[in-house]
């Protein structure tokens, strides 16, 4: 498309069902900072990122958990500089009682040297933290597919 800009993903926002949970949880798992908050009242919302770059929204306007079999959100994906970095969070999500999916650290597919860890937040959106190469050290998970778009 000649004269449209370059873009950038801005930030993205997420409902939750339970604003305090979720702050909790990116903080810990993405090291984020609060760069705003509406914690009390109907309407409650967070703005999340980190080096003064907004990141994640919540908006705490949800009922119930993700529906994975709706359209909308698949999933979302946060690229780190290196695998030691996804190893890295891996350890602090397992430390948080959460479970990785596919046993931990998987390839993005067959023969593929990128990959991470990939799990669900607290309201069951699924997320995945990434790094360009050394995840090939373990077998892809899902034969014949992305290993990010089947859960």
């Known amino acids: 498309m000649s004269g449209t800009p370059a873009l950038q ?17 990116y903080r810990q798992v993405f090291d984020f900072e609060v760069f705003g908050e509406q914690a009390e009242g109907e309407r409650r919302f967070a703005f999340l990122g980190r080096d003064g770059e907004l990141v994640v929204t919540l908006w705490q306007q949800s009922d119930g958990a993700f529906a994975a079999d709706r359209a909308g959100l698949h999933h979302l994906a946060f690229k780190v500089s290196d695998i030691e970095a996804v190893r ?3 350890a602090t999500l397992r430390g948080l009682g959460v479970e990785p999916l596919h046993d931990g ?10 990959g991470g860890v990939f799990f669900y937040d607290p ?3 699924r997320l995945e933290i990434y ?5 090939d050290t373990a077998p892809a998970p899902t034969q014949g597919a992305p290993t990010c778009g089947f859960f």
């Open 131 to 135: 790094a360009l190469t050394g995840a």
């Open 105 to 114: 650290i998987v390839p993005h597919r067959e023969g593929s040297s990128s």
């Open 123 to 125: 309201d069951g959106i």
């Open 88 to 90: 890295r969070a891996e």
């Open 9 to 25: 993903t801005g930030h993205v926002g997420l409902n939750v069902t339970d604003l305090a949970r979720s702050v909790a949880f």
